[in-house]
């Protein structure tokens, strides 16, 4: 038993495993359940008993020098595979960093600030919650008139501090139906001549459909000065046209209602997607409505301290979903404010 012994330590001496698979053939031969020392622990059993006190030494020390050496090359496997660099393949391409894109109403506003910007008009803002004065009344809406049916409005219930103003105008909130109040705030504020763009936002109390929703964008066109007639409107909406949807684009003006211009009108273009020969888009006509817009009544200029005999104005207003629709072909109101990555990423490479 002992020169066995000595014959494997010295095979285990000079062992030098360079694998883990290499070692776990050692682990098996000599420490398995039917390994070597198994084996040298059976002979063992056999020994007289004189011999059991010096054999039983040897066999253990001869035991835990084996698994020793095995614990040894064990640690020093697992250290170095989890120092080991990963593997990586250079030839794979890199991943690309993905850049944000704009909102397509948001490129849309843009273009059109900045072609009326080109003409001289500066940028205005007004508020989203507005009370009745600027809203309605200033602009020619008389109360309990149905012009004011012809937008739905979110009413805001008004707190007991903002009701000690004796003109009932002022004391009733609602969330603003289109962005007409800001040429109220403006003119209030100043003097002629004005020459203002006024984008925002603004509220329909309507139901959400591909074709309607409870909040959309407005971009409003006012300018007063002495002696604006339509001619100029006329023309600034033309210039507005051809450089927005090119040159060549047709528009026609159809008379029609609004409170706060006299006379008033509707702006058609050519249908940009069939060029005028009919198409779903314009419903078989060949135009589509784009604006509304008009010069602007005697009796707002008044209501806003401005003398009507010496000044004159015209104003527009338009939807800015209503010109990205036609920009971008675009079908479905609701996707403007469903944040769908799919739709938003189409945007992405335009660039103003
Ligand atoms: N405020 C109108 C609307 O929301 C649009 C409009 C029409 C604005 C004529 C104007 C205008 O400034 O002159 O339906």
Not at 36 to 42: A, N, R, S, T, V
Not at 132 to 149: Q, V
Request: glycine share 8%; hydrophobic share 35%; charged share 25%.
């Amino acid at each position: 038993m002992q020169s066995k012994i000595n014959q494997y330590k010295a095979e285990i001496a000079v062992f030098k495993p360079t694998s883990s698979i290499e070692l776990e053939t050692f682990r098996i031969r000599f420490l398995g359940t039917k390994g070597i020392l198994k084996d040298l622990f059976d002979d063992f059993k056999s020994v007289s008993a004189d011999d059991k006190k010096i054999f039983g030494k040897v066999l253990n020390e001869f035991k835990q020098y084996t698994e020793g050496i095995y614990q040894q090359f064990k640690d020093n496997f697992e250290l170095g595979e989890s120092t080991q660099k990963p593997h990586i393949d250079y030839t794979l391409p890199g991943i690309g960093l993905e850049t944000g894109g704009r909102h397509p109403l948001n490129l849309v506003r843009k273009e059109i600030i900045a072609i009326f910007k080109r003409l001289g008009f500066i940028l205005a803002e007004g508020p989203e919650i507005e009370d009745d004065w600027h809203n309605f009344s200033a602009l020619n809406f008389p109360e309990e008139h149905p012009a004011r049916d012809m937008q739905d409005t979110f009413f805001v219930a008004t707190p007991q501090s903002y009701q000690n103003n004796e003109d009932k105008t002022k004391n009733t909130y609602a969330l603003r139906t289109h962005t007409s109040s800001v040429q109220v705030r403006l003119m209030e504020a100043g003097k002629p001549p004005f020459r203002a763009l006024m984008p925002g936002r603004v509220y329909r109390n309507e139901a959400i459909s591909a074709r309607a929703h409870c909040f959309f964008h407005q971009v409003e066109g006012l300018y007063v000065d002495e002696k604006v007639s339509f001619a100029d409107l006329k023309q600034t909406l033309y210039y507005f046209v051809q450089e927005l949807y090119g040159e060549g684009t047709k528009v026609r003006f159809r008379p029609s209602y609004f409170p706060f211009t006299e006379p008033s009108a509707e702006m058609d273009i050519s249908c940009t997607i069939c060029k005028g020969s009919g198409c779903q888009m314009c419903k078989q006509s060949g135009w589509v409505e784009i604006l509304g817009c008009g010069m602007i009544d005697p009796n707002v200029l008044e209501n806003v301290g401005i003398d009507s005999k010496k000044y004159s104005g015209f104003a527009f207003g338009m939807g800015i979903e209503r010109i990205t629709n036609l920009k971008y072909q675009i079908r479905d109101l609701r996707l403007f404010s469903e944040n769908d990555a799919r739709f938003l990423k189409q945007f992405q490479s335009e660039i103003i």
